[in-house]
């Protein structure tokens, strides 16, 4: 989707490589471009004649299962932060498609399915390391550097370049999930339906509603692949025998 010709790309393995890159570009006047997991959608994580740094060479996370936390490199996506956490039957928000950077999702406050019960991405955060644009190193949290932590919880990324974050895990092991379909012509009514449930319905349980294009799944009969749709994506992770009736 996005045209655009970098200087050049830096695929960075350690915050020493975020430094250099952030020291080189200021000391050529050049712009710099952070790319986390490459789903900003107008193309942000590029930028013509920019150093972009690259973190998707940086995916690893570690969980602490007895404190429920995890800290992780600022390249991760949400398939790989869950692929970690799900080990230990726990999970943050995040975004409803694994592709997704964390990185970025989170800077920018970031909604999922686990958001109804837990809050948002950024409300999950405890702390996250960040290379300043003077090439300092920091680590902002509740405790150190107050006023960058709160830039950072939805901020929106670009308040220096965060290398890894640090998130508060809540037990979710096994959920019951799935996607409805529906034809356009009931689109107004499943919508209607949709907003007086989610209005109620409990916190153990995550949706959304969006118009696609039918997907060339199985189950969908094939004269509605590739037509308009309205989808309903729900996800329950209170007690699994009460998921079908969700
Ligand atoms: C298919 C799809 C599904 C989505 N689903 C959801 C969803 O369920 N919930 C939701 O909340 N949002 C969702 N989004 C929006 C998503 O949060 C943003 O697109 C976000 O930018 C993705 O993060 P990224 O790390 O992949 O971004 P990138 O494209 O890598 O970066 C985008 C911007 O963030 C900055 N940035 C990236 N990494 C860092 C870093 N380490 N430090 C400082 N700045 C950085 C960059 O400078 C750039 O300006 C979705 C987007 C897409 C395309």
Same mark, same amino acid.
């Given at each position: 989707?996005?045209?655009?010709?970098? %200087?050049?790309?830096?695929?960075?393995?350690?915050?020493?490589?975020?430094?250099?890159?952030?020291?080189?570009? #200021?000391?050529? &006047?050049?712009?710099?471009?952070?790319?986390?997991?490459?789903?900003?959608?107008?193309?942000?994580?590029?930028?013509?004649?920019?150093?972009?740094?690259?973190?998707?060479? *940086?995916?690893?996370?570690?969980?602490?299962?007895?404190?429920?936390?995890?800290?992780?490199?600022?390249?991760?996506?949400?398939?790989?932060?869950?692929?970690?956490?799900?080990?230990?039957?726990?999970?943050?928000?995040?975004?409803?498609?694994?592709?997704?950077?964390? %990185?970025?999702?989170?800077?920018?406050?970031?909604?999922?399915?686990?958001?109804?019960?837990?809050?948002?991405?950024?409300?999950?955060?405890?702390?996250?390391?960040?290379?300043?644009?003077?090439?300092?190193?920091?680590?902002? &949290?509740?405790?150190?550097?107050?006023? !960058?932590?709160?830039?950072? #919880?939805?901020?929106?990324?670009?308040?220096?370049?965060?290398?890894?974050?640090?998130?508060? !895990?809540?037990?979710?092991?096994?959920?019951?999930?799935?996607?409805?379909?529906?034809?356009?012509?009931?689109?107004?009514?499943?919508?209607?339906?949709?907003?007086?449930?989610?209005?109620?319905?409990?916190?153990?349980?995550?949706?959304?509603? %969006?118009?696609?294009?039918?997907?060339?799944?199985?189950?969908?009969?094939?004269?509605?692949?590739?037509? &308009?749709?309205?989808?309903?994506?729900?996800?329950? *992770?209170?007690?699994?025998?009460?998921?079908?009736? #969700?």
């Amino acid at each position: 989707m996005i045209d655009k010709r970098p %200087a050049a790309v830096v695929r960075v393995s350690q915050v020493a490589d975020v430094i250099a890159c952030g020291n080189f570009a #200021r000391d050529n &006047s050049m712009d710099l471009a952070v790319r986390g997991g490459g789903h900003s959608a107008p193309g942000f994580g590029t930028w013509d004649g920019a150093l972009v740094i690259d973190f998707a060479n *940086t995916t690893g996370v570690r969980v602490d299962p007895a404190a429920r936390t995890a800290r992780s490199e600022a390249g991760a996506t949400w398939a790989d932060f869950n692929h970690a956490t799900h080990a230990f039957g726990l999970a943050t928000p995040g975004g409803i498609v694994g592709s997704t950077g964390i %990185a970025r999702l989170t800077l920018g406050g970031g909604i999922g399915y686990l958001s109804r019960k837990y809050g948002l991405s950024c409300d999950n955060l405890i702390s996250a390391d960040v290379v300043t644009a003077e090439g300092k190193f920091l680590t902002a &949290s509740e405790c150190d550097h107050e006023d !960058l932590f709160w830039a950072l #919880r939805g901020g929106g990324g670009n308040f220096g370049v965060v290398t890894s974050l640090e998130y508060r !895990l809540h037990p979710v092991d096994v959920v019951h999930a799935g996607i409805i379909i529906y034809q356009m012509e009931n689109a107004q009514t499943v919508a209607k339906f949709y907003r007086d449930h989610m209005a109620s319905a409990p916190e153990e349980f995550g949706a959304f509603l %969006a118009f696609a294009l039918g997907p060339p799944v199985p189950f969908l009969p094939e004269e509605w692949h590739g037509k &308009s749709v309205c989808v309903v994506v729900g996800m329950w *992770t209170g007690d699994p025998a009460e998921g079908p009736s #969700r």
